[in-house]
């Protein structure tokens, strides 16, 4: 094994662009100084399949703590020819601070064996891989678990089991799971307010297993798996495609099949309706698993599943077994895109909006964290640590809170109210602290076929179809088919933080359609940046257990899933929502038809109204800081 190394590093010095070294010496120059390395370590399962394991160690007889990454995503040290240093990086971060820094593919990805399911591989894979690594030599029996996104969501089920190795999590960017969590019913991030997310549809046609592609032989030993990494890495170099016209397509269904991508696990879930009890049959937390284990969250305003993430912390201090864990519920919420934290700087530009300087310090932060909880080491960090640190927008600073909403936050209802014409931002809406006596709808034709288009927003993995973050909206505000809702100019500034909740009355001619809402910070210059968005398909306005539909012209109310915030709308400022019935193509569109959605090629416009006086008073409610 040391010769193959010795052997790696000659050829990595002559191969190697000078872009790949650091000012002092290699990477893997850096790492063999002081770590023993040891890639492509099979580690077995209880059912014999084998789990492809890089493992990164200090030097010497100590045992020591592991920070452990198990991911779906390609960490294989070479691509294309070229070595890759992303993961040797941290691994040699993790080293000098004295862990073993362990990453691991999922069952059924790349090198290692078995059948992948993109919600989440069996529990029992996490145990086996604690069970392993604590009976090392090496370890002092002590685990933590360290990712992002689909890194990071298989945390929280595999915690559920308490397995004593297990010291503590630093889920990021994760996924709410499946179930009731809070105020939202989730299908793992599949949809939001039952309209499906399309992120899925793109992320899939370039992750999922086409079940014709090759794949190793099961028992090949490590050391033709080392030789073979170094040329063939196992990922599948997909032609790249115009997300924006292939998500286009309809059927939905067919939409991977008409880019010539790869066939798997999307064509039987794109017919999954949101109770389906295959949700449950993965390996993704759900509200009725115990969960008793420290965990410090990290979320950001424009990911796409930040309202879930925030509930999802909620969730676990209020419920954990032990008051140990309660005690131990830790979050971060930073005004950056899906998994961008560390890439906040002194003018942190999301989309086109600035919003000052939100770096933190999170190495300091996760290591103060698993060296408490790893090895027992308390430091100054941790004693100071606030329990939720938020970056209000607007203000642009951080704020610290001992719960989520801060206490101080005073829900505070606003009212929609028109004379009837509230389309586009010369129309008459307005948003207004007084209730109209008065129901005089706002009504506007939803074409499927021209659907309002996504412009920024919180999103994740849409490729070029949807440009993440916040945009002046008010060119998108002259479409006929956009409601606009204004508040009056603020005479003084106004903090909103926490939870947003709307109620929304609706008419339709259609047996189903979709409402959308997006708040809106509008400036004195008449730029209007959107914080967050979000939907509600109107067949399961009461309950996701039932599709129930309208009635022509009979009104109905509609709760819609919570939108999440902290902004300072500033002095001279307004506050905004539009209303629609699309959001393309982050969100699928509703073909107002009443049938599957998924396989169907023709819409219908549907005529919606929104009505909000006199016993229908649509309605938004704040979570007001008061001083």
């Not at 929304?504 to 730029?527: F, M, R």
């Amino acid at each position: 094994m040391k010769t193959y190394f010795k052997i790696l590093l000659a050829v990595f010095l002559l191969a190697t662009s000078p872009k790949a070294f650091s000012q002092e010496k290699p990477i893997l120059v850096q790492l063999e100084e002081v770590a023993i390395v040891d890639q492509k370590v099979m580690m077995p399962m209880r059912d014999g399949i084998r789990l492809a394991t890089d493992i990164y160690r200090p030097k010497g007889d100590g045992k020591y703590p592991i920070v452990f990454s198990r991911t779906p995503y390609n960490f294989n040290t070479w691509g294309d020819g070229e070595m890759n240093t992303r993961t040797m990086q941290s691994a040699l971060e993790w080293v000098k601070k004295g862990y073993a820094y362990v990453v691991q593919n999922e069952r059924g990805r790349y090198f290692s064996e078995g059948d992948w399911d993109i919600l989440g591989v069996p529990l029992t894979d996490g145990n086996d891989a604690f069970d392993w690594m604590a009976k090392q030599s090496w370890s002092n029996g002590k685990i933590g678990l360290l990712g992002c996104s689909s890194t990071a969501e298989w945390q929280m089920a595999v915690a559920s089991l308490d397995h004593p190795a297990l010291g503590a999590l630093v889920p990021q960017a994760y996924g709410a799971g499946v179930g009731k969590v809070g105020d939202f019913w989730e299908q793992g991030n599949w949809y939001r307010g039952g309209a499906g997310q399309m992120l899925f549809t793109n992320w899939l046609y370039s992750v999922q297993h086409d079940p014709m592609a090759p794949r190793l032989a099961k028992g090949i030993e490590q050391k033709d798996l080392l030789r073979l990494q170094r040329f063939y890495d196992m990922s599948p170099e997909y032609p790249r495609i115009d997300s924006k016209a292939a998500l286009s397509h309809l059927p939905i269904q067919d939409i991977i099949r008409n880019q010539n991508g790869p066939m798997g696990i999307y064509e039987e879930m794109i017919t999954r309706k949101p109770n389906d009890p295959k949700w449950f049959n993965g390996g993704l937390y759900h509200d009725k698993m115990p969960f008793d284990k420290p965990s410090f969250w990290f979320v950001s305003w424009f990911d796409v599943s930040a309202g879930p993430n925030i509930a999802l912390f909620n969730h676990a201090r209020q419920n954990a077994v032990s008051q140990l864990a309660r005690d131990n519920q830790y979050l971060v919420i930073a005004p950056v895109m899906h998994c961008s934290f560390t890439r906040a700087t002194e003018n942190t530009m999301i989309g086109d909006l600035n919003v000052g300087d939100a770096r933190l310090n999170y190495d300091e932060i996760i290591t103060a964290w698993f060296d408490l909880w790893l090895k027992g080491e308390k430091s100054e960090t941790m004693e100071k640590m606030p329990r939720v640190q938020y970056y209000t927008m607007g203000s642009n600073k951080w704020q610290t809170s001992e719960v989520w909403p801060p206490a101080n936050a005073v829900m505070t209802e606003m009212f929609l109210d028109s004379k009837g014409n509230a389309n586009t931002l010369n129309g008459d809406g307005k948003l207004t602290a007084k209730k109209p006596k008065k129901d005089m709808p706002d009504t506007f034709k939803y074409d499927p076929m021209n659907p309002v288009m996504s412009y920024g927003g919180n999103v994740c993995c849409t490729g070029n179809a949807v440009v993440g973050g916040s945009f002046d909206q008010s060119e998108m505000e002259l479409r006929d088919d956009i409601l606009v809702y204004t508040s009056d100019v603020l005479e003084e500034g106004i903090e909103v933080s926490g939870f947003i909740d709307a109620y929304l009355y609706l008419s339709s001619d259609a047996k189903d359609t979709d409402v959308t809402i997006k708040l809106i910070d509008v400036y004195p210059d008449g730029k209007a940046y959107n914080l967050d968005e979000t939907i509600q398909r109107v067949r399961y306005r009461e309950g996701y257990d039932k599709e129930v539909w309208m009635e022509n012209g009979k009104v109905y109310e509609v709760k819609m899933t919570p939108m999440s915030t902290s902004n300072y709308f500033a002095k001279g400022h307004k506050i905004r929502i539009e209303i629609s019935s699309s959001n393309f193509p982050r969100f699928d569109r509703n073909l107002n038809t009443g049938g599957n959605n998924y396989d169907e090629t023709e819409g219908k416009i549907a005529t919606n109204s929104i009505h909000h006086g006199g016993k229908s008073l649509s309605k938004i409610v704040l979570p007001i800081i008061k001083k």
